[in-house]
Each structure stands twice: as structure tokens, then as C-alpha cells.
């Protein structure tokens, strides 16, 4: 099993659709949880962290479920300019000391 | 402004042709990580510093070494590239290890020919 495991989609919507990925983590002394957006050929840029009580922030909603071990973004209205690679990242400390890892990612594409 | 800037965006190398991937920061950040990305792949960490404490991934190829001779600057040394070392490489910077966020700095494609 994976250590972060995301759906690769890609996922296919129409602009204004609400869309929503999940991510799960494997080592439940996972502490820190972000999503990175990274669009083609481009370096990864942090979109929010993740916190217990679930953030917002504009369109953009994430949640963590420590208890399933995973965490997920909703994002509503979608525009075109949200079409982009969505990266679970997962901190913490692991077997040789404290690890970052990130997921593979998921495809998102909005259509006109 | 850029605040963490890797040279070349670039770079063509023959196999076995040592090669070194420079990143700077002007964001006195304590930690500085280095990352290899294959196409649709996620990044994969290959080391980072803690101020001068360096931590090197199991996993990480001898290949592959680093440098960090002060606070604003690391690089990444390949030693023997081979075909497969072909990817974008990415560093980044953050302030700590824990809840801190990493700021990526645009990459440097390597090709190996």
C-alpha cells in the first residue's frame, strides 16, 4: 500500500461544477496535511493547509479525517483556470525520522 | 520577487557526464530539500538540510549528492547520470519541518542524452 494515495483521475467537469478528491495516509502519526496544486511543467504551489476542524477558504474546502485517515477538497464553481494537478502532501514522523510525502496526484480538467 | 531560484531551468548532460543543479533562497529558511520528478509521477524527496544537518533518504542513490555551503545556497550533484535520471528536479525551502509550509522553486529539467 501506498503511504499517500490519491485518485488519478483525471476528472473530467463543466465550469461551474462542485468537484471533490480525497487522499489517504497510511501512518496514522501523520501531523501535518496539505494540498499543492501544480500545474503542467510548473513547480507545485501550496492551495491550503489541512487542519482538524476543516478550513475554507474562497471555493476551496478541505477536511481531515484523522480517524479513516483521510483527507479531501471540494471545490465549488469551478472555474477554467482550476484545471491542474491537486497534490495530497502528508508530514510527520516516520521509521528514520520525520518524513514529507507526497501523493501522485489528481487531474482535474474544467471544460467551457 | 523569487524567492527560491534554481539554475538552469535546463539542462542537457551525456550519460556519465557529472552534473551539478543549483538553488538559491532569499528566504532565510532553515530547510532546504531537494526532489526528483518523473512525468505523472509524485515528487520524490531525495535529501534535505537542516541548517547543515544533512538527512538523506534510504532510498536515494549514491548517485545523487548534495551541497549546502551556507544558508542561501544548495546544490544538487550527480555524480554518473544515467537515462533514468532523466526528470524535473525540484528544490524547496521551508522554515521548519513540522506544520511548515515548502515553497518550490520553478525546477530544472534535466535530460540525459
Known amino acids: 500500500r501506498k503511504e499517500v494515495e490519491q485518485d488519478p483521475g483525471p476528472f473530467n467537469v463543466p465550469e461551474g461544477a462542485t468537484v471533490a478528491f480525497n487522499c489517504t495516509y497510511s501512518?496514522?502519526?501523520?501531523?501535518?496535511f496539505f494540498w499543492y496544486r501544480q500545474d503542467c511543467r510548473k513547480e507545485p504551489k501550496l492551495l491550503m493547509s489541512?487542519?482538524?476542524s476543516g478550513n475554507e477558504d474562497g471555493r476551496f474546502t478541505a477536511q481531515l479525517n484523522r480517524a479513516s485517515q483521510y483527507i479531501s477538497l471540494l471545490i465549488r464553481d469551478s472555474k477554467l483556470s482550476d484545471s491542474a494537478t491537486y497534490l495530497c502532501?502528508?508530514?510527520?514522523?516516520?521509521?528514520?525520522?520525520?518524513?514529507?510525502?507526497f501523493g501522485a496526484g489528481t487531474r482535474l480538467f474544467v471544460k467551457a | 520577487d523569487a524567492m527560491v531560484i534554481q539554475n538552469p531551468r535546463y539542462q542537457v548532460t551525456q550519460f556519465g557526464k557529472p552534473v551539478t543543479l543549483s538553488c538559491s533562497q532569499t528566504?532565510?529558511?532553515?530547510?532546504m530539500y531537494w526532489y526528483q520528478q518523473k512525468s505523472s509521477q509524485a515528487p520524490k524527496l531525495l535529501f534535505h538540510?537542516?541548517?547543515?544537518?544533512?538527512?538523506n533518504e534510504a532510498d536515494t542513490p549514491d548517485n545523487f549528492q548534495s551541497r549546502r555551503p551556507n544558508t542561501s545556497f544548495c546544490f544538487l550533484d550527480i555524480r554518473s547520470p544515467g537515462l533514468g535520471d532523466a526528470a524535473m528536479y525540484l528544490c524547496?525551502?521551508?522554515?521548519?519541518?513540522?506544520?511548515?509550509?515548502?515553497?518550490f522553486g520553478p525546477g530544472t529539467r534535466l535530460t540525459v542524452l
Open positions: 538540510y537542516y541548517d547543515k544537518d544533512f538527512n
Open positions: 524547496a525551502t521551508s522554515w521548519g519541518l513540522a506544520q511548515d509550509t515548502q515553497y
Open positions: 489541512v487542519y482538524s
Open positions: 501512518n496514522s502519526a501523520s501531523q501535518s
Open positions: 528566504l532565510n529558511h532553515n530547510v
Open positions: 502532501v502528508v508530514s510527520g514522523p516516520n521509521t528514520g525520522g520525520f518524513k514529507t510525502i
